[in-house]
């Protein structure tokens, strides 16, 4: 069984990626709330089928992704950086955080009850994301050497490897930080309560689109 390496941790240099990705994905959901305000389906009127079974696998991956960042941050929630955590979400892939983001960015898409969404959500991930990982894991190896590089071989990158899964009988967790990262964690369960709160709005009048889209 792999066990977490801790180590006394040097002063720490993040890529320019790592330092404005906060910034920059703040920036990208106020342009994705101004859309998701003046858009509508237009599967609405033509496919209430489809509209159904878009939300509905929507919900699934918003919980799904609500539930594994919750997972992540009981492992790395005042940790990061401290010490290479191997173990439980991270024995099966390296980024299990980013792999439930996506998973969740999908969700949110589909809720939308539109495709155009959840490919640009998709698109925008593909693009960005790979950056951010790459920046990431040159730090981690420039913290954690050797020990790193073999966490690398044997656990893959993004994709989950369940046949690598382990987990301790016991792990500490520093409530006051785990508690901070759980609010971070539900944001995709409130980005679903505000496109029911616009679907409400429009429905009592307060609210136009300005266009649909399929």
Same mark, same amino acid.
Request: aromatic share 18%; with cysteine.
């Given at each position: 069984?792999?066990?977490?390496?801790?180590?006394?941790?040097?002063?720490?240099?993040?890529?320019?990626?790592?330092?404005?990705?906060?910034?920059?994905?703040?920036?990208?959901?106020?342009?994705?709330?101004?859309?998701?305000?003046?858009?509508?389906?237009?599967? +609405? !009127?033509?496919?209430?089928?489809?509209? @159904?079974? #878009?939300? *509905?696998?929507?919900?699934?991956?918003?919980? $799904?992704? /609500?539930?594994?960042?919750?997972?992540?941050?009981?492992?790395?929630?005042?940790?990061?950086?401290?010490?290479?955590?191997?173990?439980?979400?991270?024995?099966?892939?390296?980024?299990?955080?980013?792999?439930?983001?996506?998973?969740?960015?999908?969700?949110?898409?589909?809720?939308? +009850? !539109?495709?155009?969404?959840?490919?640009? @959500?998709? #698109?925008? *991930?593909?693009?960005?994301?790979?950056?951010? $990982?790459? /920046?990431?894991?040159?730090?981690?190896?420039?913290?954690?050497?050797?020990?790193?590089?073999?966490?690398?071989?044997?656990?893959?990158?993004?994709?989950?490897?369940?046949?690598?899964?382990?987990?301790?009988?016991?792990?500490?967790?520093?409530?006051?930080?785990?508690?901070?990262?759980?609010?971070?964690?539900?944001?995709?369960?409130?980005?679903?309560?505000?496109?029911?709160?616009?679907?409400?709005?429009?429905?009592?009048?307060?609210?136009?689109?300005?266009?649909?889209?399929?």
């Amino acid at each position: 069984m792999k066990k977490s390496i801790a180590k006394e941790v040097p002063q720490k240099m993040h890529s320019k990626i790592e330092k404005y990705r906060i910034i920059l994905s703040r920036m990208a959901a106020v342009v994705v709330l101004f859309f998701l305000f003046t858009t509508q389906s237009l599967w +609405e !009127t033509k496919n209430e089928v489809l509209t @159904f079974f #878009l939300f *509905f696998i929507g919900m699934i991956l918003v919980g $799904i992704a /609500s539930l594994g960042r919750m997972w992540c941050s009981l492992y790395i929630a005042g940790y990061k950086d401290d010490k290479l955590v191997t173990e439980g979400p991270y024995s099966i892939c390296r980024n299990p955080l980013y792999f439930f983001s996506m998973i969740g960015l999908l969700g949110i898409g589909c809720a939308t +009850e !539109t495709l155009t969404f959840p490919i640009l @959500f998709i #698109l925008l *991930f593909a693009v960005y994301y790979p950056f951010v $990982i790459k /920046s990431e894991e040159k730090r981690l190896k420039q913290l954690f050497g050797v020990s790193f590089e073999n966490y690398t071989e044997s656990v893959p990158a993004f994709f989950p490897r369940f046949s690598t899964f382990s987990e301790p009988k016991n792990y500490l967790v520093k409530p006051s930080v785990y508690r901070k990262h759980i609010f971070s964690a539900l944001w995709f369960v409130w980005l679903v309560g505000v496109l029911e709160l616009i679907e409400g709005l429009r429905e009592i009048g307060l609210l136009s689109a300005f266009w649909s889209i399929y």
